[in-house]
């Protein structure tokens, strides 16, 4: 086409060069291999005259072999030929090969000039090379050619690119100073790179001044200008200043509604987020691709079904299901609105499974309880070969967590170290804590002992461990190095501390890192707010739980959940119930967790069939499938009422195996009742179950012994002693000015046991002159009622209290700690002991009672309301321990209360409250710390605490 024309071209080099030229633009590569034999048929093909066309016009279609021949042939290649490659390579994707060919000509001296080094930065930015970017950029400022916008902004866009991966952020502003001071004036594309460096690192002052000078070039009213400003202060956070940009804008379009949504996303302003959506619909600019992603976020966030079933239709009719962005939304969304099914719908719809996708099945499954199946994704993966990233060896480990797991654990863990992840901070962490969870205490430490760095994370992970595992005193030393460290505590610290000390029955230590949360400002933090409520509840303070919780300022399912839970674990059945009708109105959605403590209120209160309203219509009402602990709650409630029937037609009726909670439950009513048959179906299944529980075999034996079969018994015990099952003995101890005082029952080894025995005696005189009787129905040894007696006198937490009376100073609170739960009598006895001092007190002070008490009597913890007597005119103490009491009991040491109290009444005070407070001390059970399953069987090596004051 193009040679016809060249006999007739006077100046032969002239015209071909142009020729070659546009070729080269059209990409007319025959031609130009046509054009190329011809010269050299001609004999026009000397030196260096066309070569460097040649090369151009090969590297632009893509022959790069022979533009490189063309260059290796040329004994002095020229730098337009390789510049013409370099750009060639770079326009095609070929980043590697461009950097080398411009090190080459470097290497041979050859001098690059301006419209080389925007080419090989956009090489720098393809490849990610940082380190010979900034190579070029010296050389920019050497050569002289920085002020040219075409290789400052050619550098932005690298540094563009390398921002893209979260890198770089100080580099790229002090590019951007480099270039304002150079006097080169940026474009929009330029700034907008800069305006995203400081979102990056999160400088809002630097994002200002880049504000400034957008505005004093002129760019104010444009709207990539504008959109930009508005993306850099959302994800900086300052939305006072993007909502004024965005009100600059006139007619904002989906680039503007998308930061200002994905901002408050960001930011965990999901409300405003989907107001921000309907806002942007109603001003008719509809959703894409980017859009919705951003709003199935803020969806899962809220566990807002209904929106987001919507968000899924409007997906539908766009037709953009096919992007993965948006299935990966969809399913992370319908895991977090605890809607699996439709998870595995989205999921199964995918037409390629990606590793995001496969990755967000498996933290769904975990989130909702399904752990198997969880785990079981996992292996699938793994044994089809498929890759698997940093996220997903977390969710796994998440999942062999809450499994507690331990023989996959380690297959996990061995997996780690084969793929390379040995050294991930991340992954060690998340190994810590599976080790944790599965009650490896020295594992966790040797994996936080690998850790390459130190930080929060990892202090907090073995933390929370040496929580879980009842070592807290090991958790408070950890929290002192790492204040010798020099590290600034965060709320997770804090929150990891606190449950600690809930689980040590830490009262004082609790307070003390409370005073912490107060200095480093944490109170506003939903973590420590929540686990403040659980250390004070767990710590016998319900009332300071009480004050803990008030001040959560958004109070989250978790946080009504902890409150629910200890005002159950209080006894506060009722006011338990109040405050989830409350949590209800406030338009909180309770999850499984607060189901399983409305259940333990109604347990506690007495109250059957509202229990079984709850677990009925759980379903229904909330959109929660009954678990295992469900059911081992209602079977529960109605054992302890003694609908037997109903219990074990529950079991029957379940749509799994029944678990060993579900078991001890039936056990435990079945003790409770003495129905020895249900005992014995109970105790058979549990020791299929558990077989090294020692509970099991315990209850048995009191079941029998309740029946009078004292052969049974013997038999029980013998299947005990031949199964190698060894029962912990009861111990209680208590700590006084930092030693450890440890009794056991009879014990005579403490140096003070003369004043211990002779202080007991003391009060058992005082008690039976109020009329308490041993419960010796409680004590199940085949001995006469005498030695029964004797038995019950001694136990170690009475031991322990008594050393309390004698050691602390009047008002101290007594904690005493015990490894088993709080038998019956011991607990009738310590109310006793109350009431007994109260008549002395009244004696001494008939008419100024209240004026002796303290404003603030946090010591005074238990509760005996007498006010609905008309005989009676005043409360004498505060009581949270009635849930550990039998309803007679009860109603025997009201009587007694009634009694003491009447004779002390003056007729014409009847109506007049008063408050009572004890001369000497005040004891109080606190609150045991025990699992369901335990606190049904007596099973020992589980601590369960408890505390007098």
């Keep these: 086409m193009y040679l016809s024309t060249?006999?007739?071209?006077?100046?032969?080099?002239?015209?071909?060069?142009?020729?070659?030229?546009?070729?080269?633009?059209?990409?007319?590569?025959?031609?130009?291999?046509?054009?190329?034999?011809?010269?050299?048929?001609?004999?026009?093909?000397?030196?260096?005259?066309?070569?460097?066309?040649?090369?151009?016009?090969?590297?632009?279609?893509?022959?790069?072999?022979?533009?490189?021949?063309?260059i290796d042939e040329s004994p002095e290649p020229d730098f337009v030929s390789w510049c013409s490659l370099v750009s060639g390579y770079v326009q095609n994707g070929l980043g590697k090969e461009a950097i080398l060919s411009f090190r080459e000509m470097r290497s041979l001296d050859v001098r690059c000039n301006e419209y080389a080094l925007p080419s090989v930065l956009k090489a720098c930015s393809e490849t990610n090379n940082f380190t010979f970017g900034k190579q070029v950029h010296g050389l920019v400022l050497v050569t002289g050619f920085g002020s040219d916008v075409g290789e400052e902004c050619g550098l932005l866009e690298y540094f563009a690119f390398v921002l893209r991966s979260g890198r770089f952020f100080s580099e790229a502003m002090g590019l951007f100073g480099e270039m304002v001071c150079g006097g080169v004036r940026p474009d929009e594309y330029c700034l907008s790179t800069v305006l995203n460096a400081a979102a990056g690192i999160g400088d809002i002052d630097q994002g200002k001044k880049v504000h400034g000078y957008l505005?004093?070039?002129?760019?104010?009213?444009?709207?990539?200008?504008?959109?930009?400003?508005?993306?850099?202060?959302?994800?900086?956070?300052d939305f006072k200043d993007a909502i004024d940009v965005f009100g600059n804008i006139p007619e904002p379009d989906i680039v503007s509604w998308n930061a200002l949504i994905s901002g408050c996303v960001l930011h965990g302003y999901y409300d405003q987020a989907l107001a921000s959506l309907e806002r942007m619909q109603r001003s008719g600019v509809n959703p894409n691709v980017f859009t919705l992603p951003s709003a199935l976020k803020a969806c899962a966030a809220l566990a807002d079904r209904r929106l987001g079933k919507q968000l899924h239709a409007r997906l539908i009719k766009m037709e953009i299901m096919m992007d993965p962005f948006v299935f990966v939304g969809l399913i992370d969304m319908y895991c977090k609105c605890q809607l699996m099914k439709h998870a595995l719908m989205v999921y199964r719809l995918m037409p390629e499974k990606n590793l995001v996708a496969m990755n967000a099945m498996i933290a769904g499954h975990t989130l909702n309880g399904e752990n198997w199946e969880a785990l079981t994704l996992f292996t699938a993966m793994y044994n089809q070969g498929m890759e698997f990233n940093q996220a997903t060896l977390l969710a796994a480990l998440n999942t062999v967590a809450s499994l507690e797991a331990l023989i996959v654990s380690k297959q996990i863990h061995g997996l780690i170290v084969k793929s390379g992840y040995q050294a991930d901070s991340f992954i060690l962490n998340s190994l810590v804590d599976v080790y944790g969870k599965c009650k490896q205490v020295h594992d966790a430490g040797r994996i936080f002992e690998e850790c390459p760095v130190w930080d929060l994370p990892s202090y907090t992970s073995l933390m929370t461990t040496y929580a879980q595992c009842g070592q807290g005193e090991e958790a408070l030393k950890l929290y002192l190095k790492?204040?010798?460290?020099?590290?600034?505590?965060?709320?997770?610290?804090?929150?990891?501390?606190?449950?600690a000390c809930a689980n040590l029955s830490a009262y004082e230590q609790g307070k003390q890192i409370h005073v912490h949360v107060l200095k480093l400002g944490f109170m506003s933090d939903s973590f420590a707010g929540n686990s403040l409520v659980n250390m004070y509840a767990k710590c016998g303070s319900i009332e300071e739980a009480g004050r803990a919780f008030d001040e959560v300022l958004e109070k989250s399912v978790i946080s009504w959940s902890a409150m629910i839970g200890g005002l159950a674990q209080h006894g506060h059945g009722k006011q338990a119930l109040h405050l989830f009708d409350d949590m209800l109105k406030d338009g909180v959605s309770p999850n499984h967790v607060t189901l399983v403590s409305v259940l333990s209120a109604c347990n506690h209160a007495g109250l059957v069939e509202e229990a079984q309203l709850y677990f009925d219509t759980m379903k229904e009402r909330f959109g929660i499938d009954r678990t295992q602990e469900h059911y081992a709650c209602m079977i529960d409630v109605l054992g302890r009422a003694g609908k037997l029937d109903r219990a074990m037609n529950l079991v029957n009726g379940m749509p799994f195996e029944a678990n060993g909670a579900i078991w001890g439950a039936l056990l435990g009513a079945a003790k409770t009742h003495k129905n020895v048959e249900l005992g014995e179906h109970a105790a058979n299944m549990l020791q299929t179950l558990e077989p090294e529980k020692s509970g099991t075999h315990v209850l048995l034996a009191n079941i029998y012994a309740s029946a009078g079969l004292w052969d049974n018994v013997a038999k029980a015990r013998r299947l005990?002693?031949?199964?190698?099952?060894?029962?912990?003995?009861?111990?209680?101890?208590?700590?006084?000015?930092?030693?450890?005082?440890?009794?056991?029952?009879?014990?005579?080894?403490?140096?003070?046991?003369e004043e211990i025995y002779a202080k007991l005696e003391e009060l058992g005189r005082k008690m039976e002159k109020d009329g308490y009787v041993p419960m010796i129905e409680t004590d199940l040894h085949h001995v006469e009622k005498k030695e029964k007696e004797l038995l019950l006198s001694f136990h170690s937490e009475k031991l322990a209290v008594a050393f309390g009376l004698i050691v602390t100073p009047p008002r101290a609170p007594i904690r005493v700690k015990k490894n088993l739960r709080i038998c019956v009598d011991c607990h009738t006895v310590f109310k006793f002991a109350i009431v007994s001092n109260i008549p002395t007190y009244l004696n001494k002070h008939p008419y100024d009672v209240e004026d002796a008490v303290p404003k603030s009597s946090e010591n005074i913890i238990i509760e005996l309301n007498v006010d609905e007597n008309p005989k009676i005119g005043y409360t004498v103490i505060k009581l949270d321990i009635n849930q550990f009491f039998e309803d007679d009991d009860e109603a025997r040491f009201d009587s007694s209360v009634e009694e003491i109290i009447g004779q002390q009444a003056n007729g014409e005070e009847e109506n007049r409250d008063i408050e009572g407070v004890l001369q000497g001390h005040i004891i109080s059970s606190g609150q045991e710390i025990f699992n369901e399953f335990d606190d049904r069987t007596g099973e020992a090596g589980e601590t369960s605490q408890g505390e007098f004051h």
Excluded at 45 to 57: M, T
Excluded at 228 to 234: C, E, G, S, W
Excluded at 721 to 741: C, F, L, Q
Aim: charged share 25%.
């Design 720 to 753: 005990m002693k031949d199964s190698n099952v060894k029962k912990e003995p009861g111990m209680s101890w208590m700590e006084v000015k930092d030693n450890i005082h440890t009794f056991i029952v009879r014990d005579k080894s403490h140096p003070r046991s």
């Design 482 to 499: 790492v204040l010798d460290r020099g590290l600034a505590p965060d709320s997770f610290i804090c929150s990891s501390l606190l449950n």
């Design 215 to 237: 505005i004093k070039l002129g760019y104010e009213g444009d709207q990539f200008s504008l959109n930009a400003l508005v993306d850099m202060y959302t994800k900086v956070g």
């Design 6 to 70: 060249v006999p007739n071209i006077a100046s032969p080099y002239i015209t071909y060069g142009k020729l070659l030229s546009k070729l080269a633009q059209t990409k007319s590569v025959n031609e130009g291999l046509k054009v190329h034999a011809h010269l050299i048929k001609s004999g026009l093909f000397e030196g260096d005259k066309h070569r460097s066309h040649l090369v151009n016009l090969y590297a632009k279609c893509k022959f790069f072999g022979h533009a490189r021949n063309l």
